[in-house]
Nanobody
Framework: QVQLVESGGGLVQAGGSQRLSCAAS????????MGWFRQAPGKEREFVSA????????DYADSVKGRFTITRENARNMVYLQMNSLKPEDTAVYYC?????????????????WGQGTQVTVSS
């Protein structure tokens, strides 16, 4: 059974930093791209970032480019999202997802497995 467990969320002040972690189990982690999505209150879930199976290529939403960094450790079945210069509009539940493929995808349909999410709240 595939499990994705996010951690690292919480309350942070605007301008601060936070690192989210996602621990994966039950899948051949190193052959799948991984992604982060987020859902703010009253809004649809949106793409944040993705990383290919090897980690060689990354993709970011325009709203987080230059502030967020996605990385992965295939030996530990972990994917991370380092978030810097946080803004109140980054407040959301952040979800980790495992893709169907090795290449990146920006759409939810490209992801087979999802975590339960972790709340990130940025105060102004």
């Amino acid at each position: 059974q595939v499990q994705l467990v996010e951690s690292g969320g919480g309350l942070v002040q605007a301008g601060g930093s936070q690192r989210l972690s996602c621990a994966a189990s039950g899948l051949s982690f190193s052959i799948y791209a991984m992604g982060w999505f987020r859902q703010a209150p009253g809004k649809e879930r949106e793409f944040v970032s993705a990383i290919t199976s090897s980690g060689a290529s990354t993709d970011y939403a325009d709203s987080v480019k230059g502030r967020f960094t996605i990385t992965r450790e295939n030996a530990r079945n972990m994917v991370y999202l380092q978030m810097n210069s946080l803004k109140p509009e980054d407040t959301a539940v952040y979800y980790c997802a495992a893709s169907y493929w090795s290449s990146n995808s920006r759409t939810e349909r490209g992801y087979a497995h999802w975590g339960q999410g972790t709340q990130v709240t940025v105060s102004s």
